[in-house]
């Protein structure tokens, strides 16, 4: 993390949580709504407080999210992961018909994957499942659509996740 200060820049250091055994998101960074540039240190530096998932609209927010390798076919239910899960102040996580791991966020999200590799699913426009590979630097946008993340691979699937929160208009 970097700050200004009036005789220079201001750096902290950290290394990212580790992930790969708690099969949850981890919040690692965010603001409620941007800041003004530039950011004293107190603003930026020291222990971070987490702020959950997502944010109002205008928020940002950087999470790690560590997909364990899946037991079964179907995708893991939403149901009991949601319970445990901190949204944050603008939640709005709807869960797709079929249930399972189907759901969308009023959010858009910059997805890139750090390590291993899953699958991205979505509904076509025909409502087909449909399916995309993706492996250590590839880079995805959500655009607040119906998607599911999978891992039918041996091994920890991890994403770096940076949310900006949306407003959904009704269609």
Request: aromatic content about 6%.
């Amino acid at each position: 993390m970097t700050a200004e200060s009036k005789s220079g820049v201001v750096v902290q250091a950290s290394d990212l949580p580790e992930t790969a055994a708690a099969g949850l998101p981890t919040n690692i960074w965010g603001f409620d709504q941007l800041p003004a540039l530039p950011l004293a240190a107190e603003q930026v530096l020291g222990e971070y407080q987490q702020k959950g998932l997502f944010g109002p609209k205008g928020a940002l927010r950087v999470d790690v999210m560590s997909f364990p390798p899946e037991t079964s076919n179907p995708a893991p239910d939403l149901g009991a992961l949601m319970a445990k899960l901190d949204f944050g102040t603008g939640h709005n996580m709807t869960p797709g018909k079929s249930g399972g791991g189907m759901h969308r966020t009023d959010s858009i999200d910059l997805v890139v994957v750090i390590s291993g590799e899953g699958e991205m699913a979505y509904p076509d426009e025909d409502g087909e499942l449909k399916e995309i590979h993706l492996k250590v630097g590839d880079f995805v946008v959500q655009n607040g659509n119906f998607h599911e993340w999978r891992n039918r691979s041996g091994a920890p699937f991890v994403v770096l996740i940076v949310t900006l929160g949306a407003e959904r208009k009704a269609t």
